[in-house]
């Protein structure tokens, strides 16, 4: 029968479990994932780091674990993703909450599931590694149950996405007490892109997460191109970033059409009419 390589002390070396390739399977996961803004948002810097540095990080974690095959290698991915998941605690409640923005909420469920996997199959296939004993480390005997049911899961949330997003409601700006029209922002869009304001009033918009947004007169053409501008009698916006909390627009007091943009965001922008 065919025995792992036993040598004591750290950089001992084994063969690479079902635990361990699971693990490897969800590290490559990772940057695969993040690649997938190219087709939502197109190609820019801020997809561009991300993606490039999960793909290091990817790469080296994986070459660590099956070039070398040290016993603590797995715990690498388990480490990669707490670090992920630690970075994402920002936006992870609004994804989870907004079902009807099915890509963001698409890519933070398939990128929990992921976590889940890298984090219990690295540590699994770890412990695994150090345990005293002959024999190559077999699976688990729920490993397949549980792969399906975290499968199904996930299945279910993505459908039932679909449907939020399909059946919307309707959404029309609102107003605070003093009678002043609101708007809100989401993670990448205007909740409500075209708003009505009466002549003289303010308008408030509402950042409903805390992602951030940086505000300018103009507005984004339909070839993702940003035109800065104003029109004339439009209040003034000099980059105003909102992170969380809101901020007032006006007083209009010119009617007409007015155009506001966020530089960060592709395609995200806001119609005011005032009358």
Known sequence: MKTPIVVTGTHARTR??????LT???VIGLPLLLSTDFFQHGVNVANLVFTGIGLVLAAIVTWIMVATRWRWSPLLGAVLYFLVL???IYILPYALS?????????LNVVFLALAVVGIGAGIGATIQNYRKGEGEPHAPRW????LSGLAGLVAGMLIVSLIVAANPQTSAASTNPNGEPVVHMAADHFVQNVVLVPKGSKLLIVDDGSIEHVLQNGRWDTNGTPHAGSEPGAPTLGNVDITGG????????????????CTLH???NLTIVVQ
Do not use: C, D, W
């Open 16 to 21: 690479l479990s079902a635990l361990g390739k």
């Open 24 to 26: 490897v399977a969800a």
């Open 86 to 88: 630690a970075g994402s």
């Open 98 to 106: 907004h079902p009807n923005e099915t890509y963001l909420f698409a």
């Open 143 to 146: 490993l397949g149950a549980s």
């Open 246 to 261: 809101s901020r007032e627009v006006g007083p209009f007091a010119i009617a007409g059409v007015y155009h506001i943009y």
């Open 266 to 268: 592709q395609g995200m």
